[in-house]
Nanobody, 123 residues
Framework: QVQLVESGGGSVQAGASLRLSCAAS????????LGWFRQAPGKDRLFVAA????????YYADSVKGRFTISRDNAKNTVYLTMNRLKPEDTAVYYC????????????????WGQGTQVTFSS
């Protein structure tokens, strides 16, 4: 059974950086896509970034392009989301997810989800 465990969330200020981690277990992920989504209070869950577990190719939502970087460590079965120049609108619960469809940004295309980690903006 696939298990995804996120960590690294916290309270940040404008311009700060933060790195989220997602530890994956339960299967071999070589043919999968690992993605990050986020959900602000009262809003839909939105795509942030995704990476191919085998080749390392990645794609991003326009709202985070140039500020966020997704990466993976195959040896640790861990995917990271490095977030730079954080803005108040980045406040959300961040989820990692696993799917098999490359290029998609739809949550329904990802079949496995972690429990989420909160990123909060402080003034």
């Amino acid at each position: 059974q696939v298990q995804l465990v996120e960590s690294g969330g916290g309270s940040v200020q404008a311009g700060a950086s933060l790195r989220l981690s997602c530890a994956a277990s339960g299967r071999t992920f070589s043919s999968y896509v690992l993605g990050w989504f986020r959900q602000a209070p009262g809003k839909d869950r939105l795509f942030v970034a995704a990476i191919s577990w085998s080749g390392g190719s990645e794609y991003y939502a326009d709202s985070v392009k140039g500020r966020f970087t997704i990466s993976r460590d195959n040896a640790k079965n861990t995917v990271y989301l490095t977030m730079n120049r954080l803005k108040p609108e980045d406040t959300a619960v961040y989820y990692c997810a696993v799917g098999r469809r490359w290029g998609t940004m739809y949550p329904n295309d990802f079949g496995y989800w972690g429990q989420g980690t909160q990123v909060t903006f402080s003034s």
